[in-house]
C-alpha cells in the first residue's frame, strides 16, 4: 500500500515493555508531575508560553489521530482549531460565560463540523481529501473576517473571564492547557483499547476485512473525522484561553500546515511525551525566531524534511546495523 | 428440512469485469450442517464468488439468500451482522493491533458500549473488551495458537498468520463461515490443528464453504464439493463423485495443481 | 432589454476575463497533474517555487539583484526553476516509491523553504511587475479585449499545444503516458521512471514560470501571490480529476469563470468558502473528474 503515511517507527514498544518500570503509563505520570511543578521554577512568559505549548499539542495530536486512526492526511485542521477557539471567545466576550459551558459547546461543535465535513468528503482519500481539507482551512481566515459582528474581525477577541474564579489568572492558563492536554491524552489512550478505536484501525488497514466484520469503512471514516475535529477544537478552546487572545492570525493556511509539520515532527505520535514534542516545536520555533521571520517557514519546512527523511532512512539504517551486529 | 432452510443460496450469479465474464450464472446451495469445498484451478473465480456472497462486489444478476431471506443489495456490514463471514485469501490483519485484538474484531458486530465508553473507563466497555479477549483467546486456543495473543501479527510467520485470520473468522459464532484458502502457507501440524478445528466447528446450524488448494484436506473434510472453472461449475458432488468425474480430472491434469 | 444588456455588458465580459484567467488556472494546473500522473505527488511546493521565480525576473531585470533585460532575466529564472525540481524532486525520489502521500508532505516542506528563500532574499514588499507587452485595447461585440488578454491567450494557446505535442510525438512523452498508465508494466518494458519523472517535474517548473509571470501583472508580486494563485490551479486539477491534462484545462477555464461569476454576481468575500464548495461538489459528482464518464463497476 503505497498511500500509508506508515513510514515512520513505530514507538519503542518492545523496549519500554522489557525495562519494565519506563512504562508509557509511568513515563506520563512523571512528566505530568514535573510539569504541575515548573510554573514554581519559570517566570511568568515562560509559563505562558508553555501554557500555548499544551493547546498547541492537542492540536497536533488532532492532526496525528487522523493520520494514525484514520489513514489519512489533514493540512485544515485551523478549521477546528479556529470553530474552538471562537466558542470560547465569542461566548466569554459577548455573553461573559467562562469555559464550563464554552468547552463543551466548543467539543460538541468541533465533532459536529467534523462530521459535516466527513460526509461529504466521505468517499475521498490520500491527495484528494488532503487537497479538499486545504480548500477548508482556505476559507476559515474569509469566514471569521466575514462575522466579524461574532468574531470581531481582524481585531479579534480577548477572553479574560477566569475558569476559576478568584485563582491567579497566568497560573489558570498554564494548569488548564495542561490539563486539557492531559485529559485529552488519556481519552485517546483509552480510544486505543476500545472496540470503536480498534475498529478504526482495522477499517485503514484492510477496509474490505473491516467491512466483511460489521465495520463500514464510511462509518470508519465519518467517525475519525468527528473525532479529531472535536480534539481539534479542544485545541483552538484551549489556545483562547490560554493565549488570551482570538483573532484570524492563529488560524491561516500556514498555521494549519505548522500543525501538520508538528504531527509529522512528534512522528504522528499520541502519546503525551510525543505530542508534547510536536506542540513545542510548532509553539517555540516562531517564539525563538520571532527577530528573523523569514527563516520560520526555513526552519519549519527544513524539519518537515528531515523528519520524513529521517523517517525512511532510520528503518534501512537500524536494519543494516543490526546484520553488522549479527555478522561481527 | 431444517438444514435447507439455513442454507445460503445463489442463482443465477453472473459477475463480470469490463466485459470479462468471471462468473456466468451461477447457482450454490450451500447447507448447514455440512462443510462444502469450493475447487478450481487459479483465477477459476473462486474468490470472486466469495465476495459476491459477502456483498464485496455486486454481481451483475443473480439473487443472493440465506435462509430464505434475500440477501441482495445488502452491503457487506449488514451481511456481517446477520452472522455471514468470512477468511481473506490475503491475510488482512491489522499490524496496529495485537494478535488477540484482530481477533476481537471478529466479534466487533457485537458490541453494544458506546462512544462515552470509548473514551472514558466505563465498566461497561472495560466488561466488553475483557469478555471479547476471552472469546479471542479461547478460539486462539482453539487452533492451537494458545500463547501469541500479545504478540503483533507482523511477528508471526505466515501460517500462524493464517490461523488467526480462521480465529477471527470463528470467534464470532458465524452462522455462515466462508474460508478463503485456509491451509495456505501452513506446515503439516498445523494443517492437522487446523483440519480438527474445523471438524469441531460442524454444527447443525452452520454453513462452512471453504476454497482450498490442498486436495487431501478438501476430500477428507468436505461433504459436498463444488468445481468451478472460467467461472462455471463444472461438477458437483461428494468427494467420491468429483475424484472420479472426468471434466475435473482433465482440468486438474491440465493445469499445474497441487501447491 | 434590461437582461439582454447585463448579459451583454456584465456576464459576457464576465466570462471573457475569466477564461484569460482560467487559462494561467489551466497552465498551473497542467504541471500539477503532470507530477501527479506519473508519480502521484500532489506538488504542493510549486506555487511557492514558481513565486519564488517570478520574484527572481523581478530581482534580475529591475536592478535588486541584476540590471538584465526582462528576456534573460526570464531565462535565467527558468534555469533556476529547473534547478530547483530536479533538486526538490532528487531529494524526494526514494520517498515518492514508497509513499505518495509521506512525498506529498514533503512538497510542503519545500513549499515553505521556497517561501522563506524568498522572504530572505526580496523581503515582504510588494513589488510590480509587468509584461514587455505591446499596451493596446479595442472592443468587440461589447467585449473588451486587451493587449494582456490576447498575450495570455497566445502563451497559453502556445505552451499548452506545445506541450501536448511533446506528449504525443517524443520520445519521452510517449514514457510518460505508458508509466502514468501503468508504471509496473512500463517498468518491466525497460522505461526509466525516475528520468521520466525528471521530465514531469521540470515541466511542470516551466508551465508554472510562465503561469506566474502572467498572472503578476493583474495583481502584483507578494510573497503570497503566486502560491495564492496556485490554489486556484489546484481546485482547477481537482475538478479535472486530478490525473488528467485536458481535464486540467477544462477544470482551469471552467474555474476562472465559476470564480468569476460568483464575486461579480453573490459576493468577493468568499470566494475561498465558494472555492471550497466547488471542489466538495466536483469530487462527489464526478469523482474521477468531470472529463471522466460516470458508472463503471465499482464495489
Ligand atoms: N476487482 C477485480 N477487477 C478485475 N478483475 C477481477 C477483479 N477481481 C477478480 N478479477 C478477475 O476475476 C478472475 C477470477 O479471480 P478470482 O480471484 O475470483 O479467482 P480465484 O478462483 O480465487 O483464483 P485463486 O485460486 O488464484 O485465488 C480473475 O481473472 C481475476 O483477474
Ligand atoms: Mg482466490
Known amino acids: ?328 | 428440512m431444517d438444514q435447507m432452510t439455513n442454507a445460503l443460496r445463489g442463482e443465477g450469479i453472473a459477475l463480470s469485469f469490463g466485459g470479462i465474464k468471471v462468473l456466468k450464472g451461477l447457482d450454490v446451495d450451500f447447507r448447514a450442517g455440512e462443510i462444502t469445498g469450493l475447487i478450481g484451478p487459479n483465477g477459476a473465480g473462486k474468490t470472486s464468488l466469495f465476495n459476491c456472497l459477502t456483498g464485496a462486489y455486486s454481481p451483475q444478476k443473480g439473487t443472493i439468500s440465506y435462509a430464505g431471506q434475500p440477501l441482495n443489495g445488502l452491503p457487506p456490514a449488514a451481511r456481517a451482522a446477520r452472522g455471514i463471514v468470512r477468511s481473506f485469501q490475503h491475510v488482512a490483519l491489522c499490524p496496529d493491533l495485537t494478535v488477540r485484538e484482530n481477533v476481537m474484531m471478529g466479534l466487533a458486530r457485537t458490541g453494544t458500549a458506546g462512544w462515552l465508553s470509548a473514551f472514558l473507563p466505563l465498566p461497561r466497555g472495560r466488561q466488553e473488551r475483557s469478555d471479547m479477549a476471552r472469546a479471542a483467546d479461547a478460539a486462539l486456543a482453539d487452533l492451537g495458537l494458545p500463547d501469541v495473543g500479545d504478540r503483533h501479527p507482523g511477528e508471526l510467520p505466515p501460517g500462524m498468520q493464517r490461523l488467526v485470520e480462521i480465529a477471527r473468522a470463528v470467534v464470532g459464532k458465524p452462522s455462515v463461515l466462508m474460508l478463503d484458502e485456509p491451509a495456505a502457507g501452513l506446515n503439516n501440524a498445523e494443517t492437522q490443528d487446523l483440519t480438527a478445528a474445523l471438524r469441531k466447528l460442524v454444527s447443525p446450524d452452520l454453513v462452512m464453504v471453504v476454497v482450498e488448494h490442498d486436495m487431501d484436506l478438501v476430500m477428507s473434510i468436505c461433504d459436498r464439493i463444488y468445481v468451478l472453472n472460467f467461472g462455471e461449475f463444472v461438477a458437483v458432488g461428494s468427494p467420491a463423485e468429483v475424484r472420479s468425474n472426468p471434466d475435473v480430472i482433465r482440468i486438474y491434469l491440465g493445469s499445474d495443481e497441487d501447491e | 432589454m434590461t437582461v439582454w444588456d447585463s448579459l451583454l455588458y456584465d456576464l459576457f465580459p464576465l466570462i471573457w476575463s475569466g477564461m484569460i484567467t482560467g487559462c494561467l488556472y489551466a497552465l498551473g494546473a497542467l504541471g500539477l497533474v503532470m507530477i501527479f500522473k506519473c508519480s502521484k505527488v500532489v506538488n504542493f511546493s510549486h506555487g511557492n517555487v514558481a513565486g519564488l521565480t517570478a520574484f527572481l525576473v523581478y530581482g534580475l531585470s529591475s536592478g535588486v539583484l541584476m540590471s538584465l533585460s526582462w528576456g534573460a532575466a526570464v531565462l535565467v529564472a527558468m534555469l533556476a526553476a529547473v534547478a530547483i525540481a530536479f533538486l526538490i524532486y532528487s531529494i524526494i525520489s526514494p520517498v515518492v516509491f514508497e509513499s505518495d502521500l509521506t512525498s506529498t508532505i514533503a512538497t510542503l516542506g519545500f513549499g515553505l523553504i521556497a517561501q522563506g528563500v524568498t522572504l530572505l532574499m526580496f523581503g515582504a514588499d510588494i513589488v510590480a511587475l509587468d509584461l514587455p507587452i505591446p499596451r493596446f485595447a479595442f472592443s468587440v461585440l461589447g467585449l473588451f479585449v486587451t493587449g494582456y488578454d490576447l498575450t495570455v491567450l497566445a502563451v497559453a494557446i502556445v505552451t499548452i499545444g506545445a506541450l501536448f505535442i511533446v506528449i504525443d510525438y517524443t520520445k519521452l512523452g510517449i514514457a510518460f503516458r505508458a508509466i502514468s498508465e501503468n508504471p509496473f508494466a512500463a517498468e518491466v518494458c525497460g522505461l526509466n521512471l525516475r528520468s521520466v519523472h525528471y521530465f514531469a517535474w521540470i515541466t511542470a517548473a516551466i508551465l508554472g514560470v510562465i503561469g506566474a509571470l502572467l498572472i503578476v501583472p493583474t495583481t502584483f508580486l507578494s510573497v503570497t501571490t503566486v502560491a495564492t494563485f496556485m490554489l486556484q490551479a489546484f481546485a482547477a486539477a481537482v475538478i479535472g480529476g486530478f490525473a488528467s491534462l485536458p481535464g486540467a484545462l477544462v477544470g482551469g477555464v471552467l474555474i476562472g469563470i465559476l470564480m468569476n461569476l460568483f464575486t461579480f454576481y453573490v459576493s468577493p468575500e468568499y470566494s475561498s468558502t465558494f472555492l471550497l464548495g466547488v471542489i466538495l461538489v466536483a469530487l462527489n459528482i464526478f469523482p474521477n473528474g468531470i472529463l471522466q464518464k460516470v458508472g463503471g463497476s465499482r464495489v
Open chain 1, 1 to 328: 500500500m503505497s498511500d500509508q503515511v506508515s513510514h515512520m517507527p513505530s514507538p519503542p514498544s518492545a523496549l519500554s515493555r522489557l525495562s519494565g518500570l519506563a512504562t508509557p503509563g509511568v513515563t506520563a505520570v512523571v512528566l505530568v508531575t514535573l510539569l504541575l511543578f515548573l510554573p514554581a521554577l519559570l517566570g511568568g512568559s515562560w509559563t505562558f508560553t508553555l501554557g500555548l505549548c499544551f493547546a498547541n499539542s492537542i492540536g497536533v495530536l488532532a492532526v496525528s489521530l487522523l493520520v494514525r486512526y484514520g489513514g489519512e492526511v489533514s493540512i485544515g485542521h485551523t478549521f477546528f482549531t479556529a470553530l474552538g477557539a471562537y466558542s470560547v471567545g465569542v461566548l466569554d466576550t459577548r455573553y461573559g460565560i467562562s469555559l464550563w459551558a464554552s468547552v463543551p459547546l466548543a467539543l460538541v461543535l468541533g465533532v459536529a463540523f467534523g462530521l459535516l465535513f466527513a460526509w461529504p468528503s466521505r468517499n475521498l482519500h490520500g491527495i484528494y481529501l488532503a487537497v479538499t481539507t486545504l480548500a477548508l482551512a482556505l476559507a476559515v481566515p474569509e469566514m471569521i473576517n466575514n462575522f466579524d459582528g461574532l468574531t470581531g474581525g481582524y481585531e479579534g477577541l480577548y477572553v479574560a473571564t477566569p475558569f476559576l474564579p478568584g485563582v491567579d489568572m497566568g497560573a489558570q492558563r498554564y494548569y488548564v492547557a495542561l490539563a486539557m492536554l492531559v485529559l485529552v491524552c488519556f481519552a485517546v489512550a483509552r480510544l486505543r483499547l476500545s472496540r470503536q478505536g480498534m475498529a478504526l484501525l482495522l477499517a485503514k488497514t484492510h477496509p474490505a476485512a473491516a467491512d466483511a466484520f460489521g465495520t463500514r469503512r464510511v462509518w470508519a471514516r465519518i467517525s475519525v473525522m468527528g473525532i479529531s475535529g472535536g480534539v481539534g477544537a479542544l485545541c483552538g478552546a484551549t489556545l483562547a484561553f490560554s493565549g488570551s487572545t482570538v483573532s484570524p492570525g492563529g488560524f491561516t493556511f500556514w498555521q494549519a500546515i505548522f500543525l501538520l509539520v508538528g504531527s509529522v515532527v512528534s512522528f504522528y505520535g499520541l502519546s503525551l511525551p510525543r505530542v508534547l514534542i510536536g506542540g513545542a516545536f510548532v509553539t517555540l520555533v516562531p517564539q525563538l525566531l520571532s527577530a528573523s521571520g523569514a527563516w520560520i517557514p526555513v526552519l519549519y519546512g527544513l524539519a518537515l524534511l528531515g523528519m520524513i527523511l529521517i523517517g525512511h532512512y532510520m528503518p534501512r539504517i537500524r536494519k543494516a546495523l543490526n546484520r553488522n551486529r549479527e555478522t561481527g
